[in-house]
């Protein structure tokens, strides 16, 4: 009998000694039971340190209302960590390059060059 044919009898005669185990005692059964409960909860999550922005901040209203300088003075009150969350959260930047830069500066100009771009999808067929 080889080392590793030893080990899966070894592993066999356990489990089958925790499975008497359980049909006859049903104090082990409700501790194991509540064991795997425990497991399936789910974990609390750490927050991430960093500025929270405001949800109901409307990126394309402000350029509307404002233009480009009232979306840039908007955004300039957010830290980096809140802004990347709305460059991932808008979706502007797809390959996610943008979350490794460290310059507020650039992820404003980022934000504002997409929204922009964006709000003027479909002006040619508001003109007319």
């Known amino acids: 009998m080889s080392r590793k044919e030893s080990k899966i009898r070894n ?8 499975a008497d185990e359980l049909e006859g005692n049903p104090e082990v059964t409700t501790a194991i039971s509540q064991a795997f409960k425990k497991s399936r909860e789910p974990q609390p999550r750490l927050k991430k340190s960093g500025q929270e ?14 233009g480009e300088q009232l979306l840039r003075e908007s955004l300039n009150l957010l830290d980096t960590t809140a802004l990347k969350k709305v460059v991932s959260e808008g979706g502007f930047d797809p ?6 830069w460290r310059k507020k500066e650039r ?4 934000i504002v060059e997409r929204v922009a771009g964006r709000a ?5 067929f508001r003109r007319t």
Request: without cysteine; charged residues 20%; hydrophobic residues 50%.
């Open 11 to 18: 592993l066999a005669n356990a489990l089958r000694l925790l």
């Open 53 to 66: 922005y405001p949800r109901d901040l409307d990126l394309y209203q402000l350029n509307a209302q404002g």
């Open 95 to 100: 390959s996610q390059l943008a979350l490794k």
């Open 107 to 110: 992820l404003v100009n980022l």
């Open 120 to 124: 003027r999808i479909g002006e040619v």
